[in-house]
T-cell receptor, first 109, second 114 residues
């Protein structure tokens, strides 16, 4: 059974600080990794994708991938109240996206 | 505007009454899928389709049917809904289920079965 694990939170971070979200996965042959943001009652939207080991930066967001440790993370710098949402980690493997249950992030003004 | 459209957005029904949730995309995507989302469980795939007339079971297919007669449409059918199918449902499409694929989601359908 392929699994993607995330801490459900909530993770509370002061405005302006760095939020760090983590995800582990079980399938060693996983090829692609995604972070989606989901506001309450809304559909998920893609924030970042990463395919190779290392860091990938896009504005305030940095995705980090370590395939040896089967670990992917998302850093949000200069956190804003509008970043408050649930963040879903998704791993692509064998024609399927396997989803984590999500981490609820709360940015406190 | 490129989008995935689901209908209805909200539905309350009774046990055993057949229902269909429609999904349509205007992006000419080959890959479409249905998910259900329940608290603490994340998104679980119900069925997916690689192309017209090609469908396959996801992780939780029991109690659901799908069809893919046209590329743009991928309806989800509940022949005899039960209360344990009360959930938030999402349809999603992708240009191709490849390495760098982004899934585009519909607005969601909140289903309650009483």
């Amino acid at each position: 059974q392929k699994e993607v694990e995330q801490n459900s939170g909530p993770l509370s971070v002061p405005e302006g600080a760095i939020a760090s979200l983590n995800c582990t996965y079980s399938d060693r042959v996983s090829q692609s990794f995604f972070w989606y943001r989901q506001y309450s009652g809304k559909s998920p939207e893609l924030i970042m994708s990463i395919y190779s080991n290392g860091d990938k930066e896009d504005g305030r967001f940095t995705a980090q991938l370590n395939k040896a440790s089967q670990y992917v993370s998302l850093l949000i710098r200069d956190s804003q109240p509008s970043d408050s949402a649930t963040y879903l980690c998704a791993v692509f493997s064998n024609y399927q996206l396997i989803w984590g249950a999500g981490t609820k992030l709360i940015i406190k003004p | 505007e490129a989008q995935v459209t689901q209908n209805p957005r909200y539905l309350i029904t009774v046990t055993g009454k057949k229902l269909t949730v429609t999904c349509s995309q205007n992006m000419n995507h080959e890959y479409m899928s249905w998910y259900r989302q329940d608290p603490g469980l994340g998104l679980r795939q119900i069925y997916y389709s690689m192309n017209v007339e090609v469908t396959d079971k996801g992780d939780v297919p029991e109690g659901y049917k799908v069809s893919r007669k046209e590329k743009r449409n991928f309806p989800l059918i509940l022949e005899s809904p039960s209360p344990n199918q009360t959930s938030l449902y999402f349809c999603a499409s992708s240009p191709v289920q490849g390495l760098n694929t982004e899934a585009f989601f519909g607005q969601g359908t909140r289903l309650t079965v009483v």
